[in-house]
């Protein structure tokens, strides 16, 4: 019997169709096969292949092939450059590059008071938490100082009598010397007496303060600091007689007597016939207190420091938020408008609850745990601006140095004739910059460290050099044949040449005019730590392996 397909279609199709009684047959396999596959009389199927599927979405999208070529041939060399683009934007960001470009600007706190015994300790011990944080995360520098006969002690500047030749510490003194990067022999302020203060205002001329100097390079700089920083309130009167160092700068004295007249009087009379306003003299008036700007600060804000119920530290994170405008990280506007270079920060706790005669346990001794707690609240400010500073260098490419040192140290209750117990003071270095890094490398310290490194760092880094060129050459050949050891605390700015012993050294001129006046001088202190600008952030020269 032969077999007959169409009968088999027939026969099927017959079986598939619905009965008359309403109901369907079966569903069958066989029915499924035949959908896919189609009648057996129809030419069979090539299954497609992945290429023929694209081409025909390509035919059906009116994508032409010579597209598609294009995109195979270039789509590589595209992912490529991406990628070399990736490499080279890490390389030049990670702290090795010449080419990345910041804002630099800077930050100095002075901590008056601050022993450096005390402070070594205190920081070894993790009592000073966010300065010990910086230092460790941000690869910082300090001087150690493990005891008094430690050389790597950083040293606060003495002033001479030139009546009595003895030797003494002056908090105002401390402050000008941080403040102008030269001794006390050229600043002129050698007391805390506002006619030794007012010697600044001529002497600036010659040697200004790092806040003039960075005012008179055509940028901003900004202080918040209470008395001897700024001129300041009198806590038993109220009244604005206390002289800061920074305004004092900004008086011009009346021509009867000026501050030459006055800084030679400060010379000829011991020290001690010098502890209260010289009544006899034409002093002129002081700048208020409340005034928002000066000549060498764009925004000056004097804090309190006489209260002990927490008021000082509010008004002092008051004006730090109105002084950076909030952290960018949440998302604050007001920060856009934020353009100093250098911020001075100054705290004074320390030294003036040494000396209130009511705290008996509070004194300079390291086992003092009132002195303690104090140097951990104003850690604690601190750690408030270093907040600021580490969302700015990582929110608007900013490269930001940090220095912190002090105006002198003490024994027991009081400071100014204990030697070394008064003149180790801390000095810490440390950066937040915009490479990948996050931070600086750092040199280490050059021996002898005084407070008086703190202008030259500063400066340099903002790219406004400290010295002129010749001056600098002079400066590195000085410690190449003299050696790191030299003592800059006896020869400061001062030479010996056989006829006169108290000569001052002789200063160049430069052809061009410079940042500060018609001549720079040679600084007494020298950059610490850092090789260079601010402005494009690279390693220091460091040991192999380090």
Same mark, same amino acid.
């Given at each position: 019997m032969r077999f007959d397909p169409q009968q088999q279609q027939q026969h099927q199709g017959n079986k598939d169709a619905p009965l008359n009684n309403g109901h369907s047959q079966p569903f069958k396999v066989s029915k499924l096969s035949l959908d896919f596959t189609g009648t057996n009389d129809s030419?069979?199927?090539?299954?497609?292949?992945?290429?023929?599927?694209?081409?025909?979405?390509?035919? /059906?999208?009116d994508v032409v092939r010579a597209g598609r070529c294009c995109t195979v041939v270039f789509l590589p060399f595209i992912v490529m450059a991406l990628l070399l683009g990736t490499i080279f934007g890490v390389f030049f960001t990670n702290g090795r590059a010449l080419d990345v470009e910041g804002v630099p600007r800077a930050v100095l706190f002075i901590i008056e008071g601050f022993k450096g015994t005390t402070f070594n300790e205190l920081l070894e011990g993790q009592r000073l938490p966010h300065i010990r944080q910086m230092l460790l995360e941000q690869h910082g520098v300090y001087a150690a100082c493990a005891s008094l006969e430690d050389v790597r002690c950083a040293r606060a500047v003495l002033v001479e009598d030139d009546?009595?030749?003895?030797?003494?510490?002056?908090?105002?003194?401390?402050?000008? *010397?941080?403040?102008?990067?030269?001794?006390?022999? &050229?600043?002129?302020?050698?007391?805390? *007496?506002?006619?030794?203060?007012?010697?600044?205002?001529?002497?600036?001329?010659?040697?200004?303060?790092v806040a003039l100097r960075v005012t008179l390079a055509?940028?901003?700089?900004?202080?918040?600091?209470?008395?001897?920083?700024?001129?300041?309130?009198?806590?038993?009167?109220?009244? @604005?007689?206390?002289?800061?160092?920074? /305004?004092?700068? @900004?008086?011009?004295?009346?021509? %009867?007597?000026?501050?030459?007249d006055a800084n030679e009087f400060n010379r000829t009379q011991p020290a001690a016939n010098l502890t209260d306003v010289v009544d006899h003299f034409d002093i002129p008036p002081m700048m208020s207190c409340l005034h928002l700007k000066s000549c060498n600060l764009f925004k000056r804000a004097l804090t309190l420091s006489s209260g002990r119920d927490g008021r000082?530290?509010? #008004?002092? *994170?008051?004006?730090?938020?109105?002084?950076?405008? $909030?952290?960018? %990280?949440?998302?604050?506007?007001?920060?856009?408008?934020?353009?100093?270079?250098?911020?001075?920060?100054?705290?004074?706790?320390?030294?003036?609850?040494?000396? #209130? +005669?009511?705290?008996?346990?509070?004194?300079?001794?390291?086992?003092?745990? +009132?002195?303690?707690?104090?140097?951990?609240?104003i850690d604690s400010l601190v750690g408030q601006v270093l907040a600021f500073v580490q969302d700015r260098a990582r929110s608007r490419? #900013?490269?930001?140095?940090?220095?912190?040192?002090?105006?002198?140290?003490?024994?027991?209750?009081?400071? $100014?004739?204990? $030697?070394? #117990?008064?003149?180790?003071?801390?000095?810490?270095?440390?950066?937040?910059?915009?490479? &990948?890094?996050?931070?600086?490398?750092?040199?280490?310290?050059?021996?002898p460290v005084t407070h008086m490194d703190a202008a030259p760092t500063i400066l340099k880094w903002l790219g406004i050099a400290p010295y002129d060129?010749?001056?600098?050459?002079?400066?590195?050949?000085?410690?190449?044949?003299?050696?790191?050891?030299?003592?800059?605390? +006896?020869?400061?700015?001062?030479?010996?040449? $056989?006829?006169?012993?108290?000569?001052?050294?002789?200063?160049?001129?430069? *052809?061009?005019?410079?940042?500060?006046?018609?001549?720079?001088?040679?600084?007494?202190?020298?950059?610490?730590?850092? @090789?260079? %600008?601010?402005?494009?952030p690279k390693d220091c020269a460091v040991a192999e392996g380090k």
């Open positions: 030419a069979p199927m090539k299954a497609a292949t992945v290429q023929e599927i694209v081409d025909q979405q390509d035919a /059906d999208a009546v009595t030749g003895e030797a003494f510490i002056s908090a105002g003194a401390g402050i000008a *010397t941080i403040l102008t990067g030269v001794s006390p022999r &050229r600043h002129g302020v050698r007391n805390d *007496t506002w006619m030794s203060y007012a010697a600044l205002s001529s002497t600036s001329v010659q040697f200004p303060s055509k940028k901003r700089a900004a202080a918040l600091g209470g008395p001897r920083l700024l001129n300041g309130l009198d806590a038993r009167t109220g009244q @604005c007689n206390v002289p800061g160092v920074l /305004d004092a700068e @900004c008086v011009t004295p009346p021509v %009867s007597v000026n501050s030459v000082e530290e509010r #008004e002092f *994170t008051r004006g730090l938020i109105d002084l950076f405008g $909030g952290l960018s %990280s949440e998302g604050q506007e007001a920060g856009n408008s934020y353009d100093n270079s250098l911020l001075i920060f100054n705290f004074n706790a320390l030294a003036l609850r040494a000396g #209130e +005669e009511n705290l008996r346990d509070f004194t300079y001794d390291q086992g003092s745990l +009132e002195y303690a707690a104090q140097a951990f609240l490419k #900013e490269n930001w140095l940090v220095v912190g040192t002090s105006n002198h140290g003490g024994v027991g209750k009081s400071f $100014g004739n204990f $030697g070394d #117990e008064d003149e180790v003071v801390p000095f810490f270095l440390a950066t937040y910059t915009s490479n &990948r890094r996050g931070y600086r490398r750092l040199r280490p310290l050059t021996r060129e010749d001056d600098e050459e002079e400066e590195k050949q000085n410690h190449l044949e003299g050696g790191d050891n030299t003592d800059r605390r +006896e020869e400061t700015g001062w030479q010996h040449n $056989g006829h006169d012993q108290n000569k001052p050294a002789a200063s160049k001129t430069r *052809t061009s005019p410079p940042n500060t006046g018609d001549q720079r001088t040679l600084l007494d202190g020298v950059p610490q730590g850092i @090789c260079g %600008s601010g402005l494009r």
